[in-house]
């Protein structure tokens, strides 16, 4: 019989890290550092998508308040920039505090600013009264169906959703530009800082992450040159490693997490609406209406609102509080 997490025992909180890219004074700090790059980014890194924002910071937040009331905390990450959360519940306000890269950063703040989600990423543990036991959120995650906290922690370890892999036809080819396979090489660097091949790792999904703090601490200081490089690159770059399977492959080494292969999660990635039919990209997002499904991944809602112009009424369904009921 599988432990259940008991609220009493401990609080879990969500990050979730978010920019306006269409900000003035952000899109003028991008520019300034593209421009003097030593050498030609990756395409992974510089693709404006990156930075969009079509209100998914929104979407995100109502589908943990709808689905997740038991979150303790909500702790947004952002560059000195305020969203505009006043259409939130007054309850829900209540549980955001606003994080800027400066106090992530505090005492490596040569590496700002930074337009990097891994090195942002490699930082969020350093939130100030961060609870041991968080969720990470990319904003473009939302959640579609009741969220129970033993769904992303049993016990003290968190669950992790994605599956092994091989990545070894990966190795010594030219592929290293490709932006559609950079987060394959990013999972390497990872898995490979911890003794894992390239030939079995833990591939995570594009979906919540459930993590320690404590982890994240420890890593850092054993592997500190590595994180101080992680956070040296203002753009992505497929050197760096990622974050998230870092922690989780630490968690997987130490057996003190719990492997998840359901699949609970949909991720429609950017570019979809150009690769599939929209008939099949409709029936792909419609899916997020059935219960078996926990978490939706919209990674370029523009783009797929502009094929889509229902896209937005559909995610409204989903994230909706009348689905608790469902």
């Excluded at 004074?25 to 395409?43: F, G, I, N, S, T």
């Excluded at 890194?45 to 308040?65: F, K, M, Q, T, V």
Aim: with cysteine.
């Amino acid at each position: 019989m599988k432990p259940i997490f008991s609220l009493s025992m401990t609080q879990i909180d969500a990050v979730i890290t978010w920019v306006d890219g269409s900000d003035p004074v952000h899109r003028r700090k991008r520019e300034a550092h593209m421009l003097p790059a030593a050498a030609p980014l990756h395409e992974n890194g510089i693709n404006p998508h990156r930075w969009a924002c079509s209100d998914e910071l929104s979407y995100c937040i109502r589908s943990i308040a709808n689905h997740a009331p038991w979150i303790g905390h909500i702790w947004i990450v952002t560059d000195a920039q305020t969203p505009d959360l006043s259409k939130l519940p007054r309850a829900v306000q209540d549980k955001i505090t606003m994080v800027d890269h400066r106090v992530l950063f505090e005492g490596y703040l040569d590496a700002l600013p930074t337009f990097n989600s891994l090195a942002i990423e490699s930082m969020i543990w350093r939130v100030p009264d961060l609870a041991e036991h968080f969720i990470y959120f990319n904003d473009d995650v939302f959640l579609t169906a009741p969220l129970h906290p033993d769904d992303v922690f049993r016990g003290s370890e968190p669950v992790l959703r994605g599956k092994w892999v091989d990545y070894t036809d990966l190795i010594d080819t030219d592929q290293q530009h490709n932006p559609a396979l950079f987060n394959h090489f990013t999972q390497i660097n990872a898995a490979k800082m911890l003794g894992f091949g390239a030939k079995q790792l833990f591939a995570s999904a594009h979906v919540v992450h459930p993590m320690r703090r404590s982890v994240f601490a420890g890593l850092f200081d054993v592997h500190h040159d590595a994180f101080a490089a992680n956070m040296s690159h203002r753009f992505r770059d497929v050197g760096q490693f990622l974050p998230q399977g870092l922690h989780n492959h630490a968690c997987i080494a130490a057996k003190t997490c719990q492997l998840h292969f359901e699949q609970d999660h949909l991720h429609l990635r950017s570019g979809a609406v150009a690769d599939y039919p929209i008939d099949e990209v409709v029936a792909y997002l419609r899916r997020a209406l059935k219960p078996e499904y926990k978490f939706l991944c919209v990674n370029d809602l523009g783009q797929v609102e502009a094929a889509i112009p229902a896209a937005r009424d559909w995610i409204e369904r989903a994230i909706g509080k009348q689905r608790q009921a469902a």
